[in-house]
Nanobody, 123 residues
Framework: QVQLVESGGGLVKTGGSLRLSCWSSSWIFSSAAVGWFRQAPGKEREFLAAITWDGSSIFQADSVKGRFAISRDNRNTVYLQMNTLKPEDTAIYYC?????????????????WGQGTQVTVSS
């Protein structure tokens, strides 16, 4: 069983920043592509960014390009740096890991999911 643990969510004012972390002790995670998604109330889950196991390749959604950045400082922790936050960024944020080493923006490509962390941006 691969457990993913997200942290770093919270309440922030418009224009503020947060850094989310996704950690796992599993060796599977250390060799997996990892993605970040979010889901706002009443909306479908939205892909944000993904990174390969070694950090050599990154893909980001156009909707957050320039404000959000994914990174991986070792093979067991992946980050999502979020800057210039807006009220419409309010959502539950999830990280997910894929046994397939290729990154994907499709949530069906991911095999393991974290429990989510709430991000609330006040106006």
């Amino acid at each position: 069983q691969v457990q993913l643990v997200e942290s770093g969510g919270g309440l922030v004012k418009t224009g503020g920043s947060l850094r989310l972390s996704c950690w796992s002790s599993s060796w599977i995670f250390s060799s997996a592509a990892v993605g970040w998604f979010r889901q706002a109330p009443g909306k479908e889950r939205e892909f944000l960014a993904a990174i390969t196991w070694d950090g050599s390749s990154i893909f980001q959604a156009d909707s957050v390009k320039g404000r959000f950045a994914i990174s991986r400082d070792n093979r067991n922790t992946v980050y999502l740096q979020m800057n210039t936050l807006k009220p419409e960024d309010t959502a539950i944020y999830y990280c997910a890991a894929s046994k397939n080493p290729l990154i994907s923006q499709s949530d069906s490509a991911y095999d393991y999911w974290g429990q989510g962390t709430q991000v609330t941006v006040s106006s």
